[in-house]
């Protein structure tokens, strides 16, 4: 995901952050060339020649963060809606009744779920993905709590 940016002491120039998916690391793009961050810090020079400072901040519960220049927030990606935080989120229920398990695999959905709603798939897809991924989970958990009864606890308790 690219999205072009509009810094302030920028103008004029071609600012693009780009997003590298699950593994890669996100990279600042100034008129086409990469920018080298430096533990999460960007130097840049801006149009007037001062050395500027753009730091990254991690946006919690989203896989894009957000750059500080001069103490000022800019979005690297659209905020999610109200709709989307509950279906991003619907996994994580999974911990009141599922415990570690139940957590692991809700939190797993999740992120995934932030992957599918970040990506350029059409909109009722992206729902019907997230649906899908949440029903796995499920699935996954309660085969897992399935068969942790019938063979670890059953040779636990000497039953069998």
Same mark, same amino acid.
């Given at each position: /995901? ?7 002491? &920028? ?5 693009? &952050?780009?997003?590298? %998916? ?71 229920? /999974? ?7 139940? %957590? %692991? ?32 989970? &499920? ?13 670890? &606890? ?7």
């Amino acid at each position: /995901m690219e999205t072009i940016l509009k810094l302030s002491g &920028f103008e004029g120039q071609n600012v693009e &952050f780009k997003g590298k %998916g699950v593994f890669g690391t996100p990279t600042l793009y100034i008129n086409g060339q990469p920018q080298k961050p430096v533990r999460r810090r960007y130097e840049l020079r801006d149009t007037q020649g001062r050395l500027i400072e753009v730091k990254v901040k991690p946006s919690y519960f989203d896989i894009y963060p957000k750059l500080e220049v001069d103490g000022k927030v800019y979005a690297t990606a659209r905020p999610f809606t109200w709709y989307e935080y509950i279906w991003i989120g619907l996994p994580l229920s /999974m911990i009141a009744f599922g415990g570690a398990i139940g %957590g %692991g695999l809700g939190g797993a959905a999740s992120y995934i779920n932030v992957y599918l709603f970040r990506s350029r798939l059409n909109g009722v897809l992206k729902y019907l993905f997230a649906a899908l991924v949440s029903l796995v989970s &499920f699935i996954l958990w309660a085969l897992i709590v399935a068969w942790l009864q019938a063979t670890v &606890f059953k040779k636990a308790t000497g039953a069998g």
